[in-house]
């Protein structure tokens, strides 16, 4: 089926889903601001506030200034991959080649800060390869049919391979100080890191894009029912392609990021980072099976994780294996937790159905 044909004459209607505005005006905004907060990220909240207390009780430094600049910096370029790849999953598609593509931007600034560019001109083109990166994905799903987990699956190795290709086992440390100072600094003297701040801004802008826009409308419809998206006239494919290009862009930027802060920059940067990132999205109620799920809750599970692993990493009793073995156990529950509610109301929705009188009998 040709998703981007004209806009046949009769169209199902696409049923709204969480986080959709309906209409316009004061209602559209109303519902905006509803799809922004839910019982989630209620429960979210309390997540978070039982972490910290239990954190503080695992180490007394962690309720400190100190510990949220390092906790930011470590987590910062997750951050920054979960915030395109939630909107790609609520299209019910998924990126698994993120973490690579942000270490092939890595590799690519290396080699190309090696052959005497200036890091001015090497950052737009690490973002453009992104780019590229995300399309070719896109094309592969879109044009061609192929399933997104099957493709990222390849990509995530091509991807890395390249990354190895373009730089090898070296690595450059030789960056300006005055970029990597920016990338490790914090903003205007607090205590905030300047890549929580480039967070603040893209998470802003995805929350906008995705809850106040018609292309977020989009995204939504296609996620619930991509057949009804395509018989409403939505381009689909080409909306797809948009959000393959969005992470592939942003897990580019990830790389850069991760290179100056670190004031390293190699092939092997970022491993694993691509399972954390979809566990943040998921956590944050984002439904596997698209159509659900809200950036504030992306925000909040983001927190949520960060928290837990700054907790286990100051504890002197927990060994840092555990991070692991948490990560994938919310990744479980995050999926496992939303089928069961669902299920669960379901069944109420069938038990009460049942007990009602059939018409016409008193």
């Not at 049923?15 to 907060?37: E, S, Y």
């Not at 990166?133 to 592969?140: R, Y």
């Not at 006239?233 to 290009?245: D, E, T």
Request: proline content about 4%; hydrophobic content about 55%; glycine content about 10%.
């Amino acid at each position: 089926m040709q998703a981007d044909r004209a806009t046949p004459t009769t169209s199902p209607p696409v049923t709204p889903q969480a986080g959709v505005p309906a209409t316009g005006g004061r209602a559209g905004t109303a519902a905006t601001l509803r799809g922004l907060a839910g019982p989630w990220e209620a429960l979210l909240l309390a997540l978070i506030v039982l972490m910290l207390i239990v954190g503080q009780g695992l180490s007394s430094e962690f309720l400190t200034a100190d510990s949220f600049t390092t906790g930011s910096l470590d987590f910062s370029e997750v951050a920054l991959m979960a915030l395109p790849l939630a909107l790609v999953i609520i299209a019910a598609e998924i990126d698994l080649s993120v973490a690579s593509i942000l270490a092939l931007s890595s590799a690519l600034m290396a080699s190309l800060w090696n052959s005497g560019l200036p890091l001015e001109l090497i950052m737009p083109l690490c973002l453009v390869a992104g780019a590229v990166c995300g399309a070719f994905n896109g094309v592969l799903v879109t044009r061609l049919g192929l399933p997104s987990l099957a493709v990222t699956i390849g990509t995530l190795a091509l991807f890395r391979g390249l990354a190895f290709v373009v730089i090898g086992d070296e690595s450059v440390t030789d960056f300006p100080a005055t970029w990597t100072d920016r990338a490790f600094g914090n903003f205007a003297g607090t205590f905030i890191p300047n890549t929580m701040v480039l967070f603040a801004v893209l998470a802003v802008g995805f929350a906008v894009l995705l809850h106040a826009t018609p292309f977020g409308r989009s995204v939504f419809a296609i996620g619930a029912n991509e057949e009804a998206a395509y018989f409403a006239g939505l381009r689909v494919k080409r909306i797809k392609l948009v959000l393959f290009v969005l992470s592939g862009t942003v897990a580019a930027l990830a790389g850069i990021v991760i290179s100056l802060r670190n004031s390293t920059a190699a092939a092997n940067v970022g491993q694993g980072f691509e399972l954390t990132a979809i566990t943040a999205v998921l956590l944050g109620g984002v439904s596997i099976f698209g159509g659900r799920g809200s950036v504030a809750g992306v925000i909040l599970a983001l927190f949520l994780l960060g928290g837990i692993q700054k907790a286990l990493q100051l504890s002197e009793s927990i060994s840092s294996y555990w991070i692991q073995i948490v990560t994938g156990a919310l990744l479980i529950g995050s999926v496992l937790g939303p089928n069961l509610a669902r299920r669960a109301a379901e069944a109420r929705r069938r038990r009460s159905s049942s007990q009602q009188p059939e018409e016409g009998q008193p």
